[in-house]
């Protein structure tokens, strides 16, 4: 199976994942070995911590994909960024084109111990300027773990949801597995990525979406994997809606009334 990753800190010296060019070519070719053709470098942009210029962060990504082009990599390697969401962030997106590649997709998060009240007040101004936000690892929300329904209502708001191939195996302990799989199985979730950030091999991504097959299906793991991935290159749209889940109809009895007179 071939997948595309959309979140990963593979970009060396500029947040909290690679530390430098080296592991960066290894990991690529780990993931190269595991299947993926293409992979989105979304470093974190985080206004006052992470917070850099759009030349900046290009010239790393060229370098990058000139070393990877010399090891021998084939992966297709595409900007994007990990956008903080706060007061304002909009102009910053406009700026600086904080997207996912060429595409209107934007990779959001925020506060992992709640999404804050104020989060869809901040993120309706990103709609409005006709972006497509994603939400980052919305399964370790902490507001999502109390009620995973949170991720439809904000699917129901336009915003798309993105899950980490390490909840699904539970890495980031129990309770955010519980809530990884039940996005999954309600289909609160439209894309699997890694979000890995070089601090191990790259096997446990092609064992989630592995266990996604087994679980769910080859049709759902395909998509959250590879399929919708594939839209955002293309800017296609991808569908806020797949599943379709029917509750199994209880057989009523019938009154002594009814079975006498039908």
């Not at 990990?82 to 304002?88: A, H, I, L, P, R």
């Not at 804050?116 to 409005?128: C, G, K, M, S």
Request: a negative charge; charged letters at 25%.
């Amino acid at each position: 199976m071939n997948f595309i990753d959309i979140h990963c800190h593979l970009l060396p010296n500029i947040d909290d994942g690679s530390k430098d060019i080296e592991r960066s070519i290894e990991q690529l070719k780990d993931m190269e070995s595991h299947g993926v053709k293409e992979l989105y470098l979304t470093s974190h942009y985080f206004r006052g911590h992470y917070q850099y210029s759009r030349d900046e962060y290009d010239k790393k990504v060229k370098n990058l994909q000139e070393a990877a082009a010399a090891a021998g990599i084939s992966i297709t390697l595409r900007p994007g960024f990990e956008v903080f969401v706060q007061t304002g962030i909009v102009d910053d997106i406009k700026e600086k084109s904080l997207t996912l590649g060429d595409s209107d997709y934007v990779l959001i998060e925020s506060e992992l111990n709640g999404l804050p009240d104020d989060f869809y007040a901040n993120v309706y101004p990103i709609l409005r300027a006709g972006y497509k936000p994603i939400l980052a690892h919305a399964e370790r929300y902490v507001s999502v773990m109390r009620k995973p329904s949170q991720a439809r209502d904000l699917i129901q708001r336009n915003i798309h949801i993105q899950t980490n191939a390490g909840a699904l195996l539970g890495l980031y302990g129990d309770k955010v597995r519980k809530t990884a799989w039940t996005l999954v199985e309600n289909g609160w979730t439209h894309f699997v990525a890694s979000d890995d950030h070089v601090r191990s091999d790259y096997g446990f991504y092609p064992k989630a979406c592995a266990l996604l097959r087994e679980r769910v299906d080859e049709y759902t793991a395909n998509l959250l994997c590879y399929e919708f991935p594939a839209a955002i290159a293309k800017n296609e749209e991808v569908p806020f809606t797949y599943v379709k889940i029917e509750k199994p109809r209880i057989k009523q009895r019938r009154s002594f009334w009814e079975k006498v007179f039908g």
